[in-house]
């Protein structure tokens, strides 16, 4: 038997997901014992102390089945942000929200638009419904959102945009989104993934911009500016109906206790938030000006990780440095062979980062 044979059209033609090396793999792998890793734009600074005394307090109830309905969670995240809780779709992170927006929404005879380097889940929840992708040309590393206006055809349902985007970092100004989003027909859903939103203090409110567009869905995370990867939660923002069909399709319980208990507490730690932001810029820019002075070019960032040129095939350079301890991640995946994407560190690991480079690459 081949299962191949069997499998959804679109499956055997997706390529699994490849993460960031964890560090207790380098470890295994060479006999390292001091291993960095800036490779899956993990917050560096370790989780906030209210999330941890809260998973404290709640840890004996692990017992039991979570709220499938997410009712503190919601009713935290509606109270912050100025939402109603029916507009909320609770996901095991936002990938879990992209998913359940493709198989919501998308069928086998379906178009999906995104962009050429663009988040590579997009492409894997498209294929995996076996819809067909329509991949748009980037301008300058970034989505070309008049190209992906144009794209739309009789046959798109949903169109993803990730701003800022990852593996590039580019960022489309908010008013040039609130125009395509003019453009774009009703019948026609658009996934804006804000997954590195919080790290700007002066983003665009976008959920006020969900009572022009109904068909609009954000999606945000608390995996990066708030810390919780490991946990795994993020959420969607959407018109209620949309937030109803969504949530059909997800698993009763896949936000788990501890996770919407992380949450609520990390919302209502501001301080973590704008120091996360603040060690994110200085961060950035000590990367930044250690590639100036490699001479190596790199893409802007607005996220919490910066994409850098090294100006020959990146795959030898990604090795090199795992054996210096240094996990980065190479983007050949992404069409872009010649570039590392550099999460931003401590200061330390930054330094240590760095340093390894210029060797690698010397
Ligand atoms: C990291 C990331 C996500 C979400 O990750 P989760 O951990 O699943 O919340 C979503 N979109 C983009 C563009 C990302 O980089």
Redesign the pocket.
Known sequence: MNFCDLAVSGVTDLAPYVPGKPIEELQRQYGLKDVIKLAS?ENPMGPSQAVQAAIARNVAQITRYPDGNGYQLKLALSEHYGIAAEQITLGK????V?EMVARAFVSQADEVIFSEHA?A?YGIVTQAIGATPVVTSASNYGHDLAAMAAAVSDKTKLIFI?NP??PTGTYVDPAEVYTFMQQIPERVLVVL?E??YEFSEQSADTFRWLESFPNLII?R?F??AYGL?GL?V?FGVSHPQVADLMNRVRQPFNVSHLAQIAAVAALGDNDYLVKSRALNEAGLEQLCDGFEQLSLDYIPSYGNFVAVNVGRDAAPVYENLLREGVIVRPIGAYGMPEHLRISVGLEQENAYCLEALTKVLA
């Not at 992170?93 to 879990?96: A, H, L, M, T």
């Open positions: 734009n992170g936002s990938n879990d992209l988040f889940v990730a985007n990852n993934d997954a590195y999606c995370t995996s990066k990867a795994r993020g």
